[in-house]
């Protein structure tokens, strides 16, 4: 049975109402876009402007009906659910799996990130001694942290990384 304008209406109207996918066949987009392709060679030159306006609200429905439906895979995929791809098209098959892979993705990383972050935590921070070889005004470290200000030949503990970075810059010595 050919698609109509009344069908995309209705489907409108369940998505809108439905806040679970309602089930469409796999090629049902592929159906929609050659009743848009159909429509759009309909329309010629001679065409009245009521004719143009319900073209026009065509492929609003057809947007609408999209968005309410990505929409509903987005959420899907955020929830982790299981993957049940029952009444989704082959597109929205394909966004859902491309979603949830981005996600592991993120997810790994922000484990990583967690991990890398709690063996920081575990591993004491390295403390040097250095003595300045100039004055130095205070400043922020690499940990936003503020330091000084230092008096030349003035003796300091600090941590391994703004030691390292001061005698570097031939401002201190470790001691």
Known sequence: MPLTYSDLRELQRKERESATLFSLPKEYFSQVFEFLRERKSSI??????????????????????ISLRQKKILFRALKGAEHD??????????LYDEVRECLKKTDDGLDFAMQAQKQEEKTPLSV???????????????QLKTYGPFKKDEVAALPGEEASFLVGAKMAEET
């Open 85 to 94: 791809s029952s009444g989704m098209t082959e597109e929205e098959h394909k």
């Open 128 to 142: 040097k001694k250095v003595r300045f070889l100039k004055d130095i005004p205070a400043y922020k470290g690499s």
């Open 44 to 65: 010629s030159t001679d065409s009245s402007i009521s004719e143009l306006r319900e073209f026009d609200n065509v492929q609003k429905t057809v947007k609408d009906i």
